[in-house]
Structures are given as structure tokens and as C-alpha cells.
């Protein structure tokens, strides 16, 4: 399993488009084979401002690569430097579920 932490900070004036264009890949995402969650959350702490985390797990690589080769992750990245004030900061994780015992 591949967990992805992808964080962007968003032009506050472009914000009401980004958020457009990220629910559509949202949503075509979500129907992607291989997907196992992908959600995109506004950062709380004071001094975030426009400060979005994109959170995805995948089943395995070849699902993630699939999903930045589809039409919609394309389209979303390629407009993207419209939308954010700072180079994308994306970081992958190999994990597996824990089984807690309690």
C-alpha cells in the first residue's frame, strides 16, 4: 500500500477554482481502480491560510501510476501552477495496516 501526503498552498484570489477543479478529481478519482481513499483538506492552524493537503492510499503501485497517467489527475496537474503560490510538496510513504490490540 502507497500512502501520498500532497500539500499545496493555494493563491487565496483562486482559491473558489481550485476548489472546483479539486472536486472534480476527487470524484474521477474515487472511481479509479486501486484507489483506497483520496480526500482533500483545508489545514486549521492559524497561519495556514489557503493551505490544502490532498491525502491518498493506493493498493499498490501500479493503481498510482495509473492515476497520474489518467485525463483527470493530467488536466488537474497541468492547471495547477494557476492556482498555487509554492512548488507542490508531495511525499510517499510505503505502509501497511496496523492491528491493534486493546
Known amino acids: ?3 501520498i501526503h ?12 481550485f476548489l472546483a477543479e479539486a472536486k472534480s478529481l476527487v470524484a474521477a478519482t474515487h472511481q479509479e481502480e ?18 490544502y493537503i490532498m491525502i491518498e492510499t493506493w493498493r499498490d503501485a501500479e493503481a498510482m501510476a495509473a492515476h497520474n497517467a489518467s ?11 494557476e492556482f498555487l503560490t509554492a512548488p507542490l510538496d508531495v511525499k510517499v510513504f510505503s505502509g501497511e495496516p496496523v492491528q491493534l490490540q486493546g
Open 1 to 3: 500500500m502507497f500512502i
Open 6 to 17: 500532497a500539500v499545496m498552498h493555494v493563491n487565496p484570489e483562486r482559491e473558489e477554482q
Open 34 to 51: 486501486g484507489n483506497l481513499s483520496y480526500e482533500l483538506y483545508k489545514q486549521a492552524s492559524g497561519d495556514a491560510g489557503t493551505v
Open 71 to 81: 485525463p483527470h489527475f493530467t488536466g488537474f496537474a497541468g492547471k495547477a501552477a
